[in-house]
């Protein structure tokens, strides 16, 4: 079992930056694809980056491209999403995802982003 708490939401105004955080709980954590998805009021869990498990490649949806950054460090068992030029339409519930297979696969409990218009 991957135990991930995510840290970092807020409010923030139109145009304005957040990090968030995801902490991993678990010694194999180098073996995981860590994945942010985000779930707007009554939509859908949305895509929103993902990250190999050594860091070497990375996606990003289309919405979040150029603005969103994913990035790791396991040595800290960290993984972050550094979100800039925010939008109202950003506002979601972001979640962070340890991935391995259909099998192993881990979600934590989420963080609130409200970007203010």
């Known amino acids: 079992q991957v135990l991930l708490v995510e840290s970092g939401g807020g409010v923030v105004e139109t145009g304005g930056s957040l990090r968030l955080s995801c902490s991993i709980f678990?010694?194999?954590?180098?073996?995981?694809?860590m994945v942010w998805f985000r779930q707007a009021p009554g939509k859908e869990r949305d895509f929103v980056a993902g990250i190999s498990w050594d860091g070497n490649a990375s996606r990003y949806a289309d919405s979040v491209q150029g603005r969103f950054t994913i990035s790791r460090d396991n040595a800290e068992k960290m993984v972050y999403l550094q979100m800039i030029s925010l939008k109202p339409e950003d506002t979601a519930v972001y979640s962070c995802?340890?991935?391995?297979?259909?099998?192993?696969?881990?979600w934590g409990q989420g963080t609130q982003v409200i970007v203010s218009s």
């Open positions: 995802n340890a991935f391995l297979n259909t099998l192993y696969n881990y």
């Open positions: 678990d010694r194999t954590v180098g073996i995981y694809a």
